[in-house]
Nanobody
C-alpha cells in the first residue's frame, strides 16, 4: 500500500507559478513511477506528467515547456513545478503511483486526494 498526499495548490494569477508536492509513504518509493493528472469541472481526467524511478520524465502536450516534474528519493516526494500558468490550467491536480512492472501500461494503482489549482485571468 502507498499513501499519497498532495499539497501546494492555490490561487494564482495568469503567468504565475506554483509548485505542487506529493509525499508518499508506505511501500518503497523507488519501486514506483509517479504521475500527475488533473481534472477540470465537466472535463475528463487529463495526463499532465510522469517520472520514472530513475528520473526520466514525460509530459502532456498542453504543459510541455511550462511544467516540470521531479522527484526526491530521500524525501519520498515528487514535485510538479507549474510555470506560465494559464486559466485553462485550473483543475484539481492528482498525484498517482504506478508499479515499475505496469509503467508501459500506465496502470496507476494509488492516488492522492488532489489539490486545487485556480488560475485567474
Amino acid at each position: 500500500q502507498v499513501q499519497l498526499v498532495e499539497s501546494g495548490g492555490g490561487l494564482v494569477q495568469a503567468g504565475g507559478s506554483l509548485r505542487l508536492s506529493c509525499a508518499a509513504s508506505g511501500r518503497t518509493f523507488g519501486g514506483y513511477g509517479m504521475g500527475w493528472f488533473r481534472q477540470a469541472p465537466g472535463k475528463e481526467r487529463e495526463f499532465v506528467a510522469a517520472i520514472k524511478w530513475n528520473g526520466g520524465g514525460t509530459y502532456g502536450d498542453s504543459v510541455k515547456g511550462r511544467f516540470t516534474i521531479s522527484r526526491d528519493a530521500a524525501k519520498n516526494t515528487v514535485y510538479l513545478q507549474l510555470n506560465s500558468l494559464e486559466p485553462e490550467d485550473t483543475a484539481v491536480y492528482y498525484c498517482a503511483a504506478v508499479p515499475r512492472s505496469s509503467w508501459e501500461g500506465a496502470d496507476y494503482v494509488y492516488w492522492g486526494q488532489g489539490t486545487q489549482v485556480t488560475v485567474s485571468s
